[in-house]
């Protein structure tokens, strides 16, 4: 049975938890920066096809501080760049580094600014028996 990626926002004091699925750990990834695209992009969703393509090539000590790592480079490119980065395709994430695409459809203003992501409850699994079989949790400080 093929499992579909997902992704859902919960209440934290303050701040909002995303808890993401996918079947790989790069669809996991990818299904984060759509999530963050999601929170920070206007609601009207413009064309997400329409803007400049960019590659983003990360480096951490391990999934978790790699997660961190994309979702905080994803925010520092759309509040620079002014866009939001729907257009997520991640080509490589093993060993610590992370090879992805990024495209970006600029927008006047961010409708969710997202300051940072915290480490705080942090979790990027394989998990099988979940539906996974990966899980990443990740609490946005916004």
Do not use: C, N
Request: cysteine-free; glycine content about 6%; charged content about 25%.
């Amino acid at each position: 049975m093929a499992h579909s990626s997902r992704h859902a926002f919960e209440a934290h004091t303050g701040e909002v938890r995303l808890v993401a699925e996918a079947p790989s750990r790069a669809a996991l990834f990818e299904e984060v920066g759509r999530a963050v695209a999601e929170l920070m992009g206007p609601e009207d969703r413009p064309d997400r096809q329409a803007g400049e393509s960019r590659a983003v090539e990360l480096d951490a000590r391990d999934d978790a501080a790699l997660l961190v790592a994309w979702v905080d480079e994803l925010v520092f490119l759309s509040e620079t760049q002014h866009a939001v980065y729907w257009d997520v395709a991640v080509d490589a994430v093993a060993g610590g580094h992370l090879s992805a695409r990024v495209r970006g459809t600029p927008v006047e203003t961010l409708r969710t600014a997202v300051k940072a992501a915290t480490f705080h409850d942090i979790e990027v699994a394989e998990v099988p028996h979940a539906g996974g079989p990966w899980r990443a949790r990740v609490v946005l400080d916004v």
